[in-house]
Nanobody, 124 residues
Framework: VQLQASGGGLVQAGGSLRLSCLVS????????MGWFRQAPGLEREFVAA????????YYGDSVKGRFTISRDNAKNTAYLQMNSLKPEDTAVYYC??????????????????WGQGTQVTVSS
C-alpha cells in the first residue's frame, strides 16, 4: 500500500489550500484516513481523521472550524481542505491509513501506512 500526499505550497495567512492523499495498492474504502503535521522542532500532531464509512470526522483543537477532511472512495483519495490558514499551520503534513477498527484515530500508533509528507508554508 502506498500513500501519495500532494497539494502543499506557500500561501499567505488567511488563504486556503487543499491537500490530497492518493492511496494505491490496497482497499481504500476499508481504511480510516488521517492527517498529521509536524513543524520544525515539534512533535507530530493530529490534525484530522475520517472513518472508512465517511460518517465520522475528527479534528484537532487547533484546526476545528477551519479545516475539513473528506474522502472520495471512487478516486481512492482523501482530502484536507484548509481555510483561514495561519502562520502556525506551517508544517509538513502527512496522511495515514488505518486498516483496523477505526478507533482512536487521533493516535499515530493506530495507523498502518503513511505517506511521504507535503510541505505547507503560511506567510504572515
Amino acid at each position: 500500500v502506498q500513500l501519495q500526499a500532494s497539494g502543499g505550497g506557500l500561501v499567505q495567512a488567511g488563504g486556503s489550500l487543499r491537500l490530497s492523499c492518493l492511496v494505491s495498492g490496497g482497499t481504500f474504502s476499508r481504511y480510516a484516513m488521517g492527517w498529521f503535521r509536524q513543524a520544525p522542532g515539534l512533535e507530530r500532531e493530529f490534525v484530522a481523521a475520517i472513518s472508512w464509512s465517511n460518517s465520522n470526522t475528527y479534528y484537532g483543537d487547533s484546526v476545528k472550524g477551519r479545516f475539513t477532511i473528506s474522502r472520495d472512495n471512487a478516486k481512492n483519495t482523501a482530502y484536507l481542505q484548509m481555510n483561514s490558514l495561519k502562520p502556525e499551520d506551517t508544517a509538513v503534513y502527512y496522511c495515514a491509513a488505518d486498516r483496523g477498527l477505526g478507533l482512536r484515530l487521533e493516535l499515530q500508533s493506530v495507523y498502518d501506512y503513511w505517506g511521504q509528507g507535503t510541505q505547507v508554508t503560511v506567510s504572515s
